[in-house]
């Protein structure tokens, strides 16, 4: 790796640990402050869950079309979709905080089997998108920093971690979504 490439890793690296610690705090400080029960006189937002779950559906659209594009060689294309994939993660994460925010949040009401399959989609779907923001923010600054051969090894760890809290959202929203008041 050339010097400038190292400087460009490690001037991102700061920023890399700062966001993966920050985000998800945020979000759960955020998850807990409800407006409308401090006082404030705001609308629920009820109407984000379907708009912020589509989000998340054409994350994953955008995510294997990337990949798609890369292996036909077409670089920019794969750039700018997974510049759109990463747009579509920040505002899915701004309307689901918004959403949190000012709505109570909805009790899943399936029993026996489905109400485990729900929960274990779930968990892991909120383990994961915690643990997505580093390496999604690692896969990009390698490519910044054009370490294409760094960049392609740790691709091949965050797409599928990626492509599973895309699709598994939509699915807990799909599960939940009979549920909502």
Known sequence: MIESEKKLESKFNKWIVLLSVAIPVVVVLLFSVNLRKMGFDVEPLTFLPPIYATINGITAVLLVSAVLAIKNGNRKLHENLMKGAIGCSIAFLGMYVAYHMTSDSTRFGGEGLIKYVYYFILFTHIVLSVIIIPLVLVTYVRALA?????????????????LYVAVTG????????PYYV
Do not use: C, G, N, R
Request: aromatic share 16%; proline share 4%.
């Open 146 to 162: 054009q370490v294409f051969d760094k960049h392609k090894k740790i691709a091949k760890i965050t797409f599928p971690i990626w």
């Open 170 to 177: 939509v699915v807990v929203y799909l599960m939940i979504s």
